[in-house]
């Protein structure tokens, strides 16, 4: 939230389509400009990119539960696609994607409503439903107070358990910034970009938390849950859905029914996270950082940046080809979905804090006199979870196991500045250029 409200502050002041990469130049000054809007703006753009690769990769994979426990389960002989089955389905949702942003922004508009009011109702009733539906409900101590110290991962420790867990939720409150993308086709920007900001995250952790609780009380048998040998295979959430039908009515059917609900809930998600990556490569190349620019900054009729669209599915798609070769590859490429875009995130913040503390000017919507304590706690918050996402998750450590999160963000951190150094120095000048002229 410190992180959201520091960059909401930072919106109010400079509402553009830009977002990230334009603050930190409006923040650095002309002399750092153009490097901090150029490292900005692609840590946020790859960010972007994994994180639509993995939600879309991550709904293929939910069909193919479905599918699996519709036509009997694993354990009854259901359908269960291979590799390169959730990757077709993956290439598929991705293409409607695409096509559903090619949509006038009045389309998304009404869809964007569409999802939001499907998301929260689905929440309720999913909160409600599972627990309630469930024959065999979790105690409030087991909930509160039960580490799963029997997950085959070596990992024993308490506290160790608790910081791999900070992984997912952190993982789940990322996008946050799209209101920030958006902010060229939005009514008053400088007033409703933060409060898509800040609501995006007050939503998030109020139903998300309250989504996880009711569902935590209908488990018992965790690893039992994470077995390869259940009827979904190993993918939890389906098992819990499927049981707790299962047991109560002698058939999984209102389960499955469930998992339709999680699965269009994750399809909206999908559909925002390709219209926030076309608005960040529309901007970004009007300003010259990506190769062909003028080829991504193109409009056309409706005011759709469609080629940006094509491109954001497209690399999509090519992130999650790595999955077939190999898994672990898939899953460092990932990782920049939740650190690059948060090392995005902190960049104009500490900038705010730092060489603009004394310049900053603040639109309507304003902290005050604690807009440098919460930037500060916002910076610091960044710096420790990506310290804390860098650890092994799994022991022994070896090549399969291995936490490749560094390599993947040092590997970033490498190419963009060696670009920098050997090339876009020389012509990249960011928008502050745009700006002035």
């Given amino acids: 939230m410190c992180v959201g409200l520091s960059m909401a502050e930072i919106c109010s002041s400079y509402p553009t389509s830009g977002g990230l990469y334009y603050w930190s130049a409006m923040l650095a000054g002309p002399r750092w400009a153009p490097l901090a809007s150029w490292m900005t703006g692609w840590f946020n753009i790859v960010g972007q990119w994994a994180v639509t690769a993995s939600v879309d990769f991550s709904l293929a ?36 994607h695409a096509l559903l942003n090619s949509l006038p922004i009045s389309v998304l508009s009404f869809i964007g409503q ?6 929260l109702l689905g929440v ?28 085959g991962l070596g990992i024993t420790s308490y506290a160790y358990i608790f910081v791999l867990g900070l992984l997912m939720s952190q993982y789940t409150i990322t996008g946050y910034d799209a209101s920030a993308h958006m902010t060229e086709e939005t009514v008053d920007a400088d007033k409703n970009g933060p409060r898509g900001i ?42 819990i859905f499927y049981l707790a039908f299962k047991n109560r009515f002698g058939s999984g059917t209102g ?63 090519c992130m999650a080809l790595t999955s077939l070769g190999s898994i672990v590859a898939f899953q460092a490429m990932v990782s920049i979905a939740t650190i690059g875009l948060y090392i995005a995130y902190a960049i104009p913040i500490i900038l705010r804090v730092t060489l603009a503390r004394n310049t900053f000017v603040p639109g309507p919507f304003s902290l005050g006199k604690y807009g440098m304590v919460v930037g500060w706690v916002a910076v610091l918050w960044v710096v420790t979870i990506s310290v804390l996402f860098s650890l092994p998750v799994a022991y022994p450590i070896t090549a399969e196991t291995l936490n490749y999160t560094p390599v ?30």
């Fill in 61 to 96: 994979q939910l069909i193919q539960v479905i599918v699996l426990l519709s036509t009997g389960g694993r354990n009854g002989g259901g359908y269960k696609g291979s590799d390169f089955v959730v990757i077709g389905i993956h290439g598929g949702i991705l293409f409607i």
């Fill in 114 to 119: 569409l999802a939001a009011l499907w998301n």
């Fill in 124 to 151: 309720l009733v999913l909160m409600i439903l599972i627990p309630l539906v469930s024959t065999e409900r979790a105690t409030t101590k087991f909930v509160f107070t039960n580490f799963n110290t029997d997950n």
């Fill in 198 to 239: 800040i609501s995006a995250i007050g939503i998030s952790i109020l139903f998300g938390w309250g989504y996880i609780l009711g569902i935590s009380y209908a488990v018992t048998d965790i690893p039992s849950l994470l077995s390869e040998t259940n009827n979904s295979g190993g993918y939890a959430i389906a098992e």
């Fill in 255 to 317: 389960g499955i029914v469930c998992l339709g609900v999680v699965a269009v809930a994750v399809f909206f998600c999908g559909m925002s996270s390709v219209t926030s990556n076309s608005r960040m490569a529309y901007a970004f190349s009007r300003d010259g950082a990506m190769p062909m620019s003028p080829l991504w900054h193109k409009v056309n009729s409706r005011e759709v940046p469609i080629n940006a669209v094509w491109l954001s599915a497209l690399i999509s798609f």
């Fill in 408 to 437: 993947a963000v040092a590997g970033l951190v490498a190419i963009t500045l060696s670009y920098w150094l050997f090339s876009a120095r020389h012509w990249f000048t960011g928008p502050i250029s745009n700006i002035l002229s």
